[in-house]
C-alpha cells in the first residue's frame, strides 16, 4: 500500500494505487474482519495514522471506518519511535464508548528528538522511552500494560466487553 520514497535526504510514505483503489491488501484485511468470530479484535500495521510524533501518515485514517465497521478493539503500529496512546476514536473524533484505540509503539530505539511534546487532540498519553507492552487478555477484559527498559510500568489501559 506504500512505498518507500526519498525526499530531501528523508525517506517518506509513499502511498501507491492499490491503497486509493482499496487493492489486495485493503480487501485482504476486509475479508479477514468479515470472516472472523473473535470477541476480541487488534489490527498490526507499520505507519501510525495517529501519533502526535514524527512520521504520522493521515492517509491511513482512511482505513479508520473499517476498524470502526468491524468493531477493532485495538490499533497497533510502530515506525515512530516513542511511545502514545489515542484515546478511543470514532467518526474522527474521541468516542469513549465505541471508539478504536490506537497504540504506537516503538520504544525499542526510542529517540526523544522524534517525540514532539505538543500532543494532538487524540492524545491520552506519550513519551519516549525504550519500553515493551503487555497484553493480557480474558473473555471480559483487555489489559494493556507500558512498561520501560527499567521494569516500571508507565501507562495502562484497560477495556471491558460484557
Not at 483503489?21 to 468479515?34: A, I, M, P, R, Y
Not at 468493531?71 to 474521541?94: A, C, M, Q, W
Not at 507500558?146 to 471491558?160: E, K, P
Request: aromatic share 14%; net charge negative.
Amino acid at each position: 500500500m506504500f512505498r518507500y520514497e526519498e525526499k530531501d535526504g528523508m525517506w517518506d510514505a509513499v502511498p501507491t494505487d492499490d491503497f486509493f483503489n482499496e487493492g489486495e491488501q485493503v480487501k485482504f484485511l476486509v475479508s479477514q474482519l468479515e470472516q472472523t468470530k473473535a470477541r476480541w479484535k487488534f489490527v498490526f500495521f507499520h505507519y501510525p495514522p495517529y501519533v502526535s510524533g514524527f512520521y504520522e501518515v493521515p492517509l491511513l485514517r482512511k482505513l479508520s471506518s473499517i476498524f470502526e465497521k468491524y468493531n477493532v478493539d485495538l490499533v497497533f503500529n510502530s515506525h515512530t519511535i516513542v511511545y502514545e496512546r489515542s484515546h478511543p476514536i470514532r467518526d474522527g473524533k474521541i468516542s469513549i464508548n465505541d471508539g478504536v484505540t490506537y497504540i504506537v509503539a516503538g520504544g525499542a530505539g526510542a529517540m526523544p528528538e522524534w517525540f514532539l511534546h505538543k500532543q494532538e487532540w487524540h492524545t491520552a498519553r506519550s513519551i519516549a522511552v525504550p519500553h515493551f507492552l503487555q497484553v493480557i487478555v480474558s473473555q471480559e477484559r483487555i489489559e494493556v500494560l507500558a512498561i520501560n527498559s527499567s521494569g516500571h510500568l508507565f501507562d495502562q489501559l484497560v477495556i471491558c466487553k460484557q
